[in-house]
Antibody, heavy 126, light 107 residues
């Protein structure tokens, strides 16, 4: 079955860096957009970034633009998030998810995050 | 950026109740609206996509409606396992955005 497993979280000081990984299995990784979402302690969900199957299309939330870099290795079925210049407010559980779509009977194509990993915790603190 | 506003932020209900959660977009998003359920300490789970299409495996007591800027998630005959937090999310344009969440609690 489809499985996503995040790793790489931990405790880092403000200004530091961390690289998150998301290992995937059970589906054709290279055919699918992938996305990162985070959730600060006791807060709601915040989308971070997504990347297309071939890596040509990438978007970031304004809150991480210029500091975070999303990438993928289709040969390894893995997704990454390089996080630099970390801030206290980046403290969160980081989830990777598939960002897939399908056609409705109306003919419209809809995208959604249908498979999620369990998350990895990033704590930024001095 | 498209802002998503959910209401209420929390509600109390009993097993068997009918519950309605609303989500409003700051501009038209057609039907590009998804609903997720999240239980404490767990990853979110997709319930509905395209505003009204039930995700495979999601119980039929969940339904969604709306288009443009106003959307609703309805849970008919609330079950014990439905006490959770629910989020709407627009996939019309990046940056993708979530609503603030609605916590459904036991009355």
């Amino acid at each position: 079955q489809v499985q996503l497993v995040e790793s790489g979280g931990g405790l880092v000081k403000p200004g530091g860096s961390l690289r998150l990984s998301c290992a995937t299995s059970g589906f054709t990784f290279s055919d699918n957009y992938m996305t990162w979402i985070r959730q600060a302690p006791g807060k709601g969900l915040e989308w971070v970034s997504y990347i297309s199957g071939g890596g040509a299309t990438i978007y970031y939330a304004d809150s991480v633009k210029g500091r975070f870099t999303i990438s993928r290795d289709n040969a390894k079925n893995s997704l990454y998030l390089q996080m630099n210049s970390l801030r206290v407010e980046d403290t969160a559980v980081y989830y990777c998810a598939t960002y897939r779509g399908s056609y409705a009977t109306s003919g419209y194509y809809y995208y959604y995050m249908d498979v999620w990993g369990k998350g990895t915790t990033v704590t930024v603190s001095s | 950026d498209i802002q998503m506003t959910q209401s209420p932020s929390s509600l109390s209900a009993s097993v068997g109740d009918r519950v309605t959660i609303t989500c409003r977009a700051s501009q038209s998003i057609s039907s590009s609206l998804n609903w997720y359920q999240q239980k404490p300490g767990k990853a979110p789970k997709l319930l509905i996509y395209g505003a009204s299409i039930l995700q495979s495996g999601a119980p039929s007591r969940f339904s969604g409606s709306g288009s443009g800027t106003d959307f609703t998630l309805t849970i008919s005959n609330l079950q014990p396992e439905d006490f959770s937090t629910y989020y709407c999310q627009q996939s019309h344009n990046p940056p993708l955005t979530f609503g603030g969440g609605t916590r459904v609690e036991v009355k």
